[in-house]
């Protein structure tokens, strides 16, 4: 067979195996519903330059306000984690797009500075509900293909990051930047309805239980030695540093390109959709990658692929160039599909939930800062040292992952 043929052939297996059994619903409704969970997440980092002129505040301020996001997403993911393991994914998935959609609702009414923060921290809360949850059903629907399904889901995501920020600032300049956010309440409301018809009901170790199966006492043992492996342990502390970088260079990095590079609104959310598209893309290569030669070979790999785009930032000028380097820090996104199927395959089943949203729960958090400190280092006119910090860090990142193992038999 030739070598077109046989790739042919590979993606009709791929796909086949991905939709037996009607798990391609599944997959659908996931991917829908993270589209719009890490999409608004990343409208309102787009949308800071007017949000900023409403509420006028420093960048140590604004980035505050999405350290209070995150910091909120991460905090939910241990009782999120708990609560799948008791009560089952579906209901975590379909309670995360209804609080999410309540949380929406409360940008529409945020006439002060301390109202945006309340809905910010209460939409953190909601969509907070998405992460665990998904992580154990996509699992347990598809432990043959994991790394492929979390690329999938995980590219639908970025694809929401890449579009809805650009149709955010877009509509921001004629309706304002309320309205902008409100009207993708109905896009929660349909995952919601979605999510509820095409999840399979139980928990990440089978049917939901009864209650009494193990004591407080036996089930925290059984998370503490799943979370202190010597694998686990590696990779969460590379995605946390990860996630600190990700997380301070989305924060302000239309901010950036206004104040720094002299471009547009509309044209700073241009080149950050761009990063997402470009993030869908690796996402979606990436988890098949990863099923292919290894978890650590691929996260290694896109680690210090991504060090010179950011040292190089601050050097560049002019559309078409920072178009290039934005496309380019897109490749990192396809980390986080790579270290979720890494990470969750290794955690026992019976505590699985519980385990992953309190790592969650912690790298979250850490990450969380990395906006705070990007905009204090920007409030100092240190912008681009910030960028070399950033730098530096997914540098350690990477050294990290080479020392990685492969997941035993999962992985040749």
Do not use: C
Not at 82 to 95: C, F, K, P, S, T
Not at 178 to 191: D, N
Not at 210 to 237: K, M, N, P, W
């Amino acid at each position: 067979m030739s070598p077109p043929a046989d790739s042919v052939a590979r993606l009709r297996s791929l796909l086949s195996d991905v939709h037996a059994g009607g798990r391609g619903w599944t997959l659908l409704a996931l991917a829908g519903g993270w589209f719009f969970v890490l999409g608004l997440r990343f409208v309102v980092p787009a949308l800071l330059p007017f949000i900023t002129d409403d509420f006028p505040v420093s960048n140590a301020a604004a980035g505050g306000a999405i350290t209070v996001l995150w910091v909120t997403y991460a905090l939910i993911q241990f009782p999120a984690g708990a609560m799948v393991d008791r009560l089952g994914e579906r209901r975590l998935l379909v309670a995360s797009a209804l609080l999410s959609a309540a949380g929406l609702a409360g940008y529409l009414g945020s006439v002060t500075w301390s109202i945006f923060l309340l809905a910010t921290a209460a939409f953190g809360f909601g969509s907070g509900l998405f992460g665990p949850a998904r992580g154990t059903v996509l699992t347990r629907t598809f432990p043959d293909r994991d790394g492929v399904a979390f690329g999938t889901v995980l590219a639908a995501g970025s694809v929401g990051a890449a579009a809805l920020p650009v149709i955010g600032t877009l509509l921001a300049d004629r309706v304002g930047w309320r309205l902008a956010v409100g009207v993708l309440l109905p896009g929660f409301l349909l995952a919601a309805v979605g999510l509820w018809a095409t999840v399979p009901t139980g928990t990440a170790s089978g049917p939901v239980p009864d209650g009494g199966r193990v004591t407080v006492r036996e089930e925290l043992a059984a998370v503490r030695s799943a979370i202190t492996s010597h694998r686990v342990a590696l990779a969460v502390a590379a995605i946390t540093l990860m996630l600190f970088a990700f997380q301070g260079l989305t924060a302000f990095l239309t901010t950036y390109y206004v104040e720094a590079k002299g471009l547009s609104e509309g044209m700073a959310g241009g080149l950050f959709g761009l990063l997402f598209a470009s993030g869908a893309v690796s996402q979606s290569l990436g988890g098949g990658l990863a099923d292919r030669w290894g978890h650590p070979r691929v996260l290694a790999a896109v680690s210090f692929l991504s060090v010179p785009p950011l040292l190089a930032l601050p050097f560049l000028s002019g559309l078409a160039p920072l178009a290039v380097v934005s496309a380019i820090l897109g490749v990192r996104l396809s980390v986080g599909p790579v270290s979720n199927a890494y990470i969750v395959s290794l955690l026992p089943v019976d505590v699985r939930g519980t385990a992953w949203g309190l790592l969650r729960t912690g790298f979250f958090t850490l990450g969380a800062f990395g906006s705070t400190a990007v905009g204090a280092m920007a409030d100092r006119a240190l912008f681009a040292e910030a960028f070399f910090l950033l730098a530096a860090l997914t540098a350690v990142a990477g050294v990290v992952y080479l020392f990685l193992p492969a997941r035993g038999g999962l992985e040749a």
